[in-house]
Structure formats: C-alpha cells, structure tokens
C-alpha cells in the first residue's frame, strides 16, 4: 500500500500562503492517483483537490477553486498543494492519500498536517 508522509503544515494568518507536500514510498508512484482531503473535529473528511495519474486530470473542491493548485513530481514522488489566500475556514487537519489508477477508492493515507488560518 505505500507510505505516504506530509509536510508544511502550521498557523497562519487568513490572506496567507502554504506549501503542503507528501512524500510517497513502497509505491510505484505513476501508477497513482493523488489527493489531498481535510477534516475538522465533527465533520467527515472531505476532498479538497485531486490530480490523475498522468497529472494531466486535476479536480478541486468548489471552496478552494482559483485558491489551491495541486501538482506533482513523478520523478521525485512527491504531491504538492499551493494553499493561497488562506481562510479561517480552510483550518483542518490537511491528509494525503493514493488511489491506484484501477482502483475504486484511495487505499493509501498519510498521518495528517495541522493547518491553521487565523482570522
């Protein structure tokens, strides 16, 4: 299933930027889909953006479009998430997740990166 480690996360003031980035091992990384979610304590996890295999698929959630730019780096097996204009809202605990391209559902998860945005 792979390991899948997140980076970057902290407490920043709302208008700000963060780079969060996830580090995938024991995978063949091309063959994925990556995700990033997010969670808040009470509500269920959510899909914030998601890039295809190839990279050339992306898909966000509508409260972060023309904010968030996902991208990736198959040669450094890496999945970054570009977070501008940071909001109160977008606080939560920020996962990283893979998806096979033949699979139905993301199998592999990180342990998760606090992000915090002030108001």
């Known amino acids: 299933q792979g390991q899948l480690v997140e980076s970057g996360g902290g407490l920043v003031q709302a208008g700000d930027s963060l780079r969060l980035s996830c580090a995938a091992s024991g995978l063949t990384f091309s063959d994925y889909n990556m995700g990033w979610f997010r969670q808040t304590p009470g509500k269920e996890r959510e899909s914030v953006a998601t890039i295809s295999w190839t990279g050339g698929s992306t898909y966000y959630a509508d409260s972060v479009k023309g904010r968030f730019t996902i991208s990736r780096d198959n040669a450094k097996r890496t999945v970054d998430l570009q977070m501008n204009s940071l909001k109160p809202e977008d606080t939560a605990v920020y996962y990283c997740?893979?998806?096979?391209?033949?699979?139905?559902?993301?199998?592999?998860w990180g342990q998760g990166t606090q992000v915090t945005v002030s108001s």
């Open positions: 997740a893979a998806r096979r391209y033949n699979a139905g559902r993301y199998g592999s």
